[in-house]
Nanobody, 125 residues
Framework: QVQLVESGGGSVQAGGSLRLSCAAS????????MAWFRQAPGKEREGVAI???????SYTDSVQGRFTISRDNSKNTLYLQMNSLKPEDTAMYYC???????????????????WGQGTQVTVSS
């Protein structure tokens, strides 16, 4: 079992930055692929970024070049650095972990084994 707890959300003006963290416990996550998803009010949850066990990453087009996903396996923590934030980035952000969902296509599925409770990001214009 893996427990995931997100933090770092908040309110920021357009053009600003935030760094989200996802602390994992219950198991060593170095053997898991991990990802960030987001869900805006009235919209479906969408995949934002994915990172596999050894580092290769993939992003959805709307955040490419602005967001960076990374992981520190020694701290059992996943990160999402978000720069040049836009109002359309406003959403609840969730981290997810799974041992087998490691390709970029996995951003299109919600069949991830473990999910956090989410952290709210609000970007004002």
């Amino acid at each position: 079992q893996v427990q995931l707890v997100e933090s770092g959300g908040g309110s920021v003006q357009a053009g600003g930055s935030l760094r989200l963290s996802c602390a994992a416990s219950g198991s060593t996550v170095s053997t898991y692929c991990m990802a960030w998803f987001r869900q805006a009010p009235g919209k479906e949850r969408e995949g934002v970024a994915i990172i596999d066990r050894v580092g290769p990453t993939s992003y959805t087009d709307s955040v490419q070049g602005r967001f960076t996903i990374s992981r520190d396996n020694s701290k059992n923590t996943l990160y999402l650095q978000m720069n040049s934030l836009k109002p359309e980035d406003t959403a609840m952000y969730y981290c997810a972990a799974d041992k087998f969902l490691c390709s970029s296509w996995a951003l299109n599925t919600r069949a991830w084994n473990y999910w956090g409770q989410g952290t709210q990001v609000t970007v004002s214009s």
